[in-house]
């Protein structure tokens, strides 16, 4: 009799994971993709709840508080990242973008930035901030201009678009970022990333000297 109990109460278990499996990949096979358009300029306010969650009722600075924006939201999707985050920008100097990469760092995500050689000399460039925090560097070397500006955050979500990362193409200017998480377009990106980074390989550019 306890042999057909055993059974009986193998078979209700097995009828209730097939269920679960069935669906938790109904689930994945229907979740919709991630497909989001920003638009700039940005409208102005306070994006210390973004960095520091814990003290951002203790604010009081003048801005606007409790406010989404265009730039909240990139800055959001950006400071989702878990694992990695590659990062291909023309200009870089916006202070709230450079403090959410270091933000990133310290969390131990693991961070690789590829920049234009001229424009990460000029004044203002967060380049050489990030590089004396640890992260990893490189310039395009290259003859022409390195004017990608996309994001990859850990390897499956593409953040790209006109917007250069500085307060003027956030706050001034009319400017367009696509975030989506469809692979067939975050793909091809990520290839001319680990191009682009392998050919900017210092020992590789030594060996060419």
Not at 35 to 63: I, M
Not at 64 to 89: I, M, Y
């Amino acid at each position: 009799m306890w042999r057909v109990k055993v059974v009986g109460l193998g078979v209700v278990a097995l009828s209730l994971s097939l269920e679960l499996l069935g669906w938790l990949f109904g689930r994945v096979r229907h979740r919709r993709p991630l497909n989001k358009v920003l638009f700039f300029p940005s409208k102005v306010a306070c994006l210390e709840h973004l960095f520091s969650p814990k003290t951002a009722r203790s604010c009081f600075c003048p801005l606007p508080h409790g406010v989404e924006t265009s730039f909240s939201r990139l800055l959001r999707h950006l400071l989702s990242a878990s694992s990695s985050l590659d990062l291909c920008v023309f200009s870089f100097s916006n202070m709230d973008l450079s403090r959410a990469v270091l933000l990133l760092h310290q969390k131990g995500v693991t961070i690789r930035v590829l920049g234009d050689k001229d424009y990460s000399a000029i004044t203002g460039s967060q380049i050489g901030v990030l590089r004396k925090a640890g992260i990893c560097v490189r310039c395009d070397s290259g003859s022409v201009h390195m004017h990608h500006k996309f994001a990859v955050v850990d390897g499956r979500l593409l953040i790209t678009g006109s917007l250069n990362w500085t307060l003027q193409a956030v706050q001034s200017n009319r400017e367009n970022i696509l975030i989506t998480d469809e692979a067939e377009l975050v793909q091809p990106f990520i290839e001319e990333f680990h191009r682009l980074w392998a050919l900017n390989d210092p020992a590789r550019l030594y060996k060419q000297l």
